[in-house]
């Protein structure tokens, strides 16, 4: 498993725990030496027993040497990142590097899986580099593409709603085939698919959620304007099975570290091959402002945020997890700042990695619980759905707090509530 991201490092935990023979490989040796003490550098629910339970089984091992990982593998999968690279175009450095490394240590037959989003055509690239560099050596590659979602990572492998593998030769299909056999004999669907199909496939399916939740949020908007709820709203819509109820919550809008670059990255290649989607420009468009959303809010009812003492309640872009790539709590709180409040913020798991990611960190200062963040505030502005927040102690916060507003940018509280205890309630499309 090359790359110990969030998608190296659960694939490779699961398929440990699904009795295979797995060595993690990842450049940084400080993270290797984490993983090999049984420590995990990501939170992610259940991983770091999982990662214990088979390191203890001899099943899981950590390098950071190719020469030890690559020969003798029967399965290569590549997970590394591909970060947005010029013009919004997947950087596929990282990615081709990794192949590069790894095509130097082919010994035997070796099947190698790029596992990393990236566009149409990657295959294509990763096997002619391979074929310059293992003159010789016999291998294939295919495509797998993951659809793991952060916080449910280890449960969205092993309840996985599909397999979607691309293989060129009979052997490399029966390679991965024997890989995923006993999710394949548990009825999960095994798709195999012509070689561009199954990179689409990821690109596709993460734009039309991406649509849904733009969409819902549109429609938020309006329900502001006429009167309606969009919780009802959506709630509605999901039943038809045709729709689901699925990503239609509306909010602050979607961040993350896929999101906005794959969308991003398929608009790029279409406009490459000399193709406008227009429905996907138009979803990136809603996205990119809607975090201003939040701050309206304040705004019509603080009617400036100059020294107002703002309550930050979560910072990573989703609950459940401590990754706050891309999240909109980084565009927020730096309009906060920039607009001279003082901001006060709390994660249950997330403010060491907003620290490291905010350039601004020393002007913020980091509570270590709901009620330190909210004492003295003139709002509480709620940008992550955490179980915590969900239950908030509205009485004692009442009582610390200086102001009485709260914006809740996930929906999360009950308006009735919030409202009887005295506050002014602004939650997004209700
Ligand atoms: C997403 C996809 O869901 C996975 O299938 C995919 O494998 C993964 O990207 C990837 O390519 O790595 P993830 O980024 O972990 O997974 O997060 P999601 O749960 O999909 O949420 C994305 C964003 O949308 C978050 O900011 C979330 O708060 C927001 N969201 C989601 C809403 O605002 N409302 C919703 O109803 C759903």
Redesign the pocket.
Known sequence: MIGTG??GLTTGVCFAELGHSVTCLDSNEEKIAQLKNGGCPIFEAGLEDLLKKNIAAGRLSFTAEYAVAIPGADIVFICVDTPPGEYGKANLTNLLAATRECAQHLDGYTLIINKS?APVGTVKTIKEVIGEIAIGKEFDVASN?????????IN?FMELSRIIVRTDTPKASATLKACYASLIEKGYPYIETIPQSSELI?YA??SF??M??SF??EIADFCEIIGADVKEVAYGMGLDSRIGG??????????????GK?VQALAMKGEELGYEFRMIKALIAVNSLRYRVALNKLLKNLGTLKNKKIGVLGLA???N?D?VRD??SLRVVLELLDAGARVTAYDPEAIGSFKKMFKRSNEVIFATNVLEAVTGADAILIL??WSEFKALNITDIKTTMSGTLIVDG?NILMRKTVEAAGFTYEGIGR
């Open positions: 969030y998608v989003t593409p993951e659809f793991l979602a952060e916080g449910t990572a969205d990821k399916s993460k959620l991406d849904k939740l819902i949020n699925k990503f239609l919550q509306a909010g602050i809008g979607y961040g993350g570290s896929c999101f794959d872009y989703k609950a997890t990754d999240a909109q992550t759905e996930r």
